[in-house]
């Protein structure tokens, strides 16, 4: 009995010794393996952005960034001119409604299917018949004809810049034939075939996205370009920034809070460059009190615009003109507000508003920090003055329903916006023109006179481009007497990366969010 | 015995029903229309309304109710809004994650606590109890998240030894395929024979299964040695020291099988507690389970991935429930002969 | 002959009040360290107003992340406000949050556990299947789901943890009051003719709180806990609410770099509901020594 307890107890032990050998085994092994750094001619980029919509005639959203190296548009925008990409020369009739583009020839899809007149037209007409995404962009369009293999001519009710139009990255990607047979179902499991330098293969919702060089790409191969592409799908910004600084990430979107930080890593920069989005905090015209114009004007002499740019933004933005970005086309310039406590206490006073029902409402998306940080000061700032906010932070997709119906929106709606294609009409409509049910206008604006103006201008834009200019200049006129929004930040694109990529310099033509990788080199 | 079980199956599913209903209609009443989750950013009016209409979202309240419980009873779980995926596919694709972290967790605390506070019951008011003792009081008084930073910034932001988030590197996730059979990354590679795999993984599991072990291990610990204090107080263990058998024996023969029945109760309802309460370690650390993926659902109102989800972890604990009661069967004597 | 002894004057000796509190300090150690901790805690949140070097909430972007000093003596935040004072700030939050969520589930929780407990039969089986449905969802999602569904704010999280919790208090009142259900002097005072309301109220109740009022002591730091997790996954507090677990939350993105933003407000919840537990404890052997303690 005794050698039996004595036999328990040394078995006991024993199995804590080896216990404790095992671990130590383990954590000696694993404390010796290297951390796994991206290879040669594999980019790593890691994204907060997670991609819901892979069939590029749905998709509106943050796809592009990606399916940007997968497909092509016709026209490519860039540095204020339309110039040739699928497409190579165009002429429009005098009236706008008429346009004949000839094509490239020698262009292959991925799945082998040739570019012609034949396949641009059955993607422009899929894209328009299964009606997604920015399809509307095409709902002018009677009929294509296609006089020749790479002729093809495109007739629309009204004046349209389809040179514009089919520039940009929402609603223009020519979709090979075979992807369009296998339909939009096949296609958002992450399939698809493009023309583009990459082909999509494989697509793992929530945590990876893998490209590969498409070899017969009619803009052919050098050395030193990327073979392989793997987007990861990486939530916490924490992560990403360690990613980029160990080397386990070529590229990463950080914080914009981080900015500084990061670029001061050994062997990461951070370049920052124009972009085509602007962020801004919506007033609810309807809704007290913010539906006082003084009271309006008021709030936007409380934010503090300098240090939300420079201490929230780390200079990430500039500080808007207009409701328009200073770097798109057709924008107007006016004075804005600065951050004046006194001036606003006046206007404040002025407003017919009683003290007590200084109080508003403000929705945003809960995980952007530049929205969080800025509405929190806001709210101190707001406070000095009397001013009480409620934040009412949540998700996307929480928000929008809210803010959709009068009755659940807030005061204050924050809104980050960039355009489907280079033009005016895309900010000013979506968001100001009258709706009758609220969709993107979350402001409740309605300004008939305002409506008219921005009508006229889209009207003359299919025609005349810089003619339409004058007419947009008017229509925001109108708006910005209303004081409509805070303005806070024309926002430039960043991206941390390794000192190693070369070509970032060219990430930057605000009409295209992709991250074009074909001009990377490792 | 057999009718016990039946019994006790009939319950949970009661239960489960339950569960599934309260959820139902909490996620109905979040104000988001799930259409804006599979529309993506820019849907026009039309396309809302028509996505609305798929969903069945027009429909009156109970009707959406009575659909979707007929649906769960065929088995049709539905698809995830925010990926697309069947929302079974999601829960087997994230289970192994869940449960590899957890069944690790499990092991070090049932390991390392269990024969601390026997330790610490044992030597009462000595130094051991006392370290013993301000280590559990210390341990469950330490919010999981901020642990899990600590652990962050010591290993990987300071020492840089171990990973901060994921379960694997994504090159090795790409380069080194290895056949999921187990779900569970570490016995996985193994049977591949993948070994720089295996030792990736084995980096990114140790920082959140040492956070949540230790989060638990003081629980364990604590509730061991409260155990064993009580049963070295009975009187049967007064007669054996009064016979004069030995102390070790008297410890480990009678007084730790003494013990054994409350300690499977507290090992059972860890397990159970540990599966769904990883939503805070997962969440910090990236770890692609199922508490991560649950969170996400709820706050966008995913609502056929919460619902399928919820019942799933609801079930398994449950079922742990009950295979801990079984358990109580086999281990004491007394139920037997009933 | 034998003369009685007597008795030396000094057997029956009192011991002093200082003797007493001595021996009760030594044998109770952790309990006294964790009231003493409590107590600071507690004067330092309600002296707050008048000690804090700082304003909590003054904006400052020039003093911004600085690292811990004399000056500050937890560092700066991102918005270069003092960190320690609003972690004095927090406390209140947090001591709050603990009381009213324990006091709802009880305030819930026990009344069920009576009526459940006295009538037994259907209405306490009906009671009990519902609160194991409640107890059947895995730890923290309930409360998520019912923030989610109401809207993020420190209310509604405290609503939230409350309906999460009450089903626990309901099934200890519901153990003790069955236990005390068999007792004579019910039965004296059924017999007497005594209705069921004054029954359970007047006999039952008082004397089945106890393990009620244990459990709400242990599981007030826990509380604590799990509102500050709410508040870090962001369905809790919301600025201006000042609350520790929103504090680590906001700090998220820099907390690698200025590990002072995270760790104080981290610190303060260790400390905190540490030293809730230990007097928990405490107030759970003095109360219940026989409690078992499988929570």
Redesign the interface.
């Known amino acids: 009995m005794r050698a039996k307890q004595e036999s328990v107890n040394m078995m006991c032990s024993r199995k804590l010794l080896r216990a404790v050998g095992l671990a130590a085994v383990i954590a000696g092994g694993v404390l010796a393996a290297e951390p796994v750094l991206s290879a040669e001619n594999t980019l790593i980029w890691a994204s907060r952005a997670s991609y819901k919509d892979w069939d590029p005639a749905a998709t509106y959203s943050e796809e592009t960034y990606v399916l940007g190296n997968v497909y092509e548009t016709l026209t490519l925008y860039e540095n204020g001119e339309v110039k040739p990409r699928l497409a190579t020369s165009w002429e429009k009739s005098d009236d706008g409604k008429t346009w004949t583009m000839q094509l490239r020839k020698g262009v292959k899809f991925h799945d082998g299917y040739e570019f012609n007149a034949e396949a641009v037209k059955k993607s422009v007409e899929w894209t328009k018949s299964e009606g997604r995404g920015a399809s509307y962009l095409w709902s002018g369009l009677t009929s294509i004809e296609t006089p020749s293999s790479h002729t093809i001519v495109f007739k629309f009710k009204s004046p349209i810049a389809l040179d514009l139009v089919a520039s940009g990255q929402y609603g223009s990607y020519i979709i090979s034939p075979g992807a369009i047979k296998k339909g939009h179902d096949w296609m958002q499991k992450g399939q698809g075939y493009g023309t583009g330098p990459y082909k999509l293969v494989k697509v793992e919702p929530g945590v990876q996205v893998i490209l590969e060089k498409f070899d017969d790409y009619w803009g052919g191969w050098e050395k030193g370009q990327i073979d392989r592409v793997i987007v990861k799908t990486v939530a916490e910004g924490a992560t990403r920034i360690l990613m980029i600084k160990s080397g386990e990430a070529d590229i990463a979107s950080v914080p914009s809070d981080q900015v500084k930080t990061v670029d001061a890593f050994d062997g990461v920069s951070v370049t920052q460059g124009t972009s085509w989005r602007n962020s801004m905090f919506l007033f609810n015209f309807k809704k007290y009190p913010t539906n006082n114009a003084k009271f309006r004007e008021a709030l936007t002499y409380l934010w503090d615009y300098s240090a939300v740019l420079n201490d929230i933004l780390h200079g990430i933005g500039t500080a808007p003109i207009g409701p328009l970005p200073k770097s798109m086309w057709g924008h107007g310039e006016y004075k804005m507000p600065a951050y004046d406590p006194k001036k606003a206490r006046k206007l404040l006073e002025e407003s017919g508003i009683p003290k007590k029902d200084w109080k508003v409402s403000a929705m945003y998306i809960g995980s952007v920090g530049a929205y969080a940080n800025s509405i929190e000061l806001f709210q101190a700032t707001a406070g000095e003055v009397g001013v009480q906010v409620e934040l009412f932070p949540g998700d996307w997709g929480t928000i929008w329903d809210k803010a959709k119906k009068l009755e659940t929106s807030a005061n204050i709606q924050s809104m980050t916006w960039w355009p489907a294609y280079a033009t005016p009409q895309d900010w000013l409509y979506a968001q100001w023109r009258t709706e009758k049910k609220a969709l993107f206008n979350l402001s409740f604006y309605s300004n008939p006179k305002f409506d008219k103006a921005l009508d006229e201008a889209i009207a003359i834009e299919g025609v005349d481009v810089k003619k339409s200019v004058e007419k947009y200049i008017e229509a925001q006129d109108i708006l910005m007497k209303n004081h409509p929004a805070i303005f806070f930040a024309d926002v430039d694109r960043y991206y941390a990366h390794s000192d190693k990529l070369k070509g970032m310099e060219k990430q930057f033509n605000p009409a295209y969010e992709t991250l074009f990788v074909y001009d990377l080199r490792k | 015995m057999i009718k016990y079980v039946v019994h006790r199956l009939i319950l949970m599913i009661g239960i489960l029903f339950g569960v599934l209903t309260i959820t139902f209609f909490l996620s109905r009443v979040l104000p988001s229309s799930p259409a804006n989750l599979i529309l993506g950013d820019r849907p026009t009016a039309e396309q809302i309304a028509m996505a609305e209409e798929e969903l069945g979202l027009n429909k009156p309240l109970l009707v959406q109710y009575a659909l979707y419980m007929g649906e769960i009873f065929r088995g049709n779980f539905g698809n995830s809004l925010r990926t697309h995926k069947p929302v079974l596919v999601e829960i087997h694709d994230r289970m192994g994650a869940t449960i590899e972290l957890t069944s690790l967790a499990i092991v070090i605390v049932v390991l390392v606590g269990i024969p601390l506070g026997v330790l610490s019951a044992v030597r009462q008011n000595s130094w051991i109890d006392n370290l013993v003792r301000a280590g559990i009081v210390g341990g469950v008084a330490m919010p999981a998240f901020i642990l899990a930073m600590v652990l962050q910034i010591i290993f990987y932001g300071r020492l840089n030894w171990l990973p901060i988030q994921g379960r694997l590197d994504s090159i090795m996730l790409l380069d080194v395929p290895f056949a999921q059979v187990t779900g569970f990354f570490l016995i996985d590679t193994l049977l591949a024979g993948e070994w720089g795999a295996f030792k990736n993984a084995v980096s990114h599991i140790i920082l959140p299964t040492l956070t949540l072990s230790i989060v638990t291990l003081a629980s364990v610990a604590r509730i061991t040695r409260n155990v064993m204090v009580e049963v070295l107080r009975e009187e049967f263990i007064h007669t054996f020291f009064a016979y004069g058998v030995r102390r070790r024996i008297i410890y480990y023969r009678y007084a730790l099988k003494a013990t054994l029945i409350p300690m499977l109760t507290v090992i059972g309802l860890t397990y159970g507690y540990l599966l769904g309460g990883t939503v805070v370690v997962e969440f910090v650390f990236d770890w692609p389970g199922l508490g991560g993926f649950l969170v996400f659902s709820i706050v966008q109102n995913d609502f056929p991935a919460v619902l399928g989800t919820t019942l799933f972890l609801a079930g398994a604990y449950l079922t742990i429930n009950l295979v801990v009661d079984l358990l109580y069967y086999v281990v004491d004597p007394r139920l037997r002969k009933q | 002959m034998t003369e009685t002894p007597t008795l030396p004057e000094t057997t029956f000796l009192r011991p002093s009040w200082g003797l007493r509190v001595r021996a009760f300090i030594a044998n109770n150690k ?1 309990f006294v360290i964790g009231v003493a901790i409590f107590l600071s805690i507690l004067l330092a949140t309600l002296l707050a107003d008048w000690i804090v070097p700082y304003s909590p ?1 003054k ?1 400052a ?1 020039s003093q ?1 992340l600085l690292p811990p000093s004399l000056d500050h003596l937890m560092g700066t935040d ?2 270069g406000r003092d960190i320690f004072s609003r972690v004095l700030y927090g406390a209140r939050t947090s001591l709050l949050v603990g009381t009213m969520v324990t006091l709802m589930a009880i305030l819930i929780g026990a009344p069920i556990g009576l009526i459940s407990g006295y009538f037994g039969g259907k209405i306490d089986t009906a009671l009990m ?2 609160s ?3 107890l ?7 409360p ?3 923030v ?5 704010g420190l209310t509604n999280a405290l609503i939230a943890l409350a309906i999460s919790w009450f089903p626990w208090y309901a099934r200890i009142m519901r153990g003790a009051v069955m236990r005390v259900r068999k007792e004579l002097y019910v039965d004296a005072a059924r017999a007497m003719g005594v209705g069921p309301a004054k029954i359970m109220l007047r006999h039952i109740a008082p004397n089945s709180l106890t393990p009620v009022i244990v459990q709400g002591s242990m599981d007030f ?1 826990y509380t604590i ?1 799990a509102a ?2 709410l508040s ?4 809790g507090a ?3 609410t000042i609350e520790w ?1 929103l504090m ?1 939350a ?1 700090a ?6 200025y ?1 002072w933003t ?2 104080s407000p ?1 610190f303060a ?3 905190t ?2 030293a809730v ?2 007097i928990g ?1 405490g107030v759970c052997d003095v109360l219940d020594p026989k409690h ?4």
């Open positions: 952790l909430t904006v972007f911004k991102r918005f299947r519902i194991d449905v409640f059947a969802f895995p730890p923290l999602l309930l998520i789901s019912i989610a569904a109401l809207g993020p730091g806990l500050a997790s870090f996954i962001g369905l919301r600025p201006p677990g680590a906001s998220r993105t820099q907390f690698l770099e590990w995270v760790l981290g919840i260790f400390l509901v540490l537990n230990l404890d078992e303690k499988t929570r």
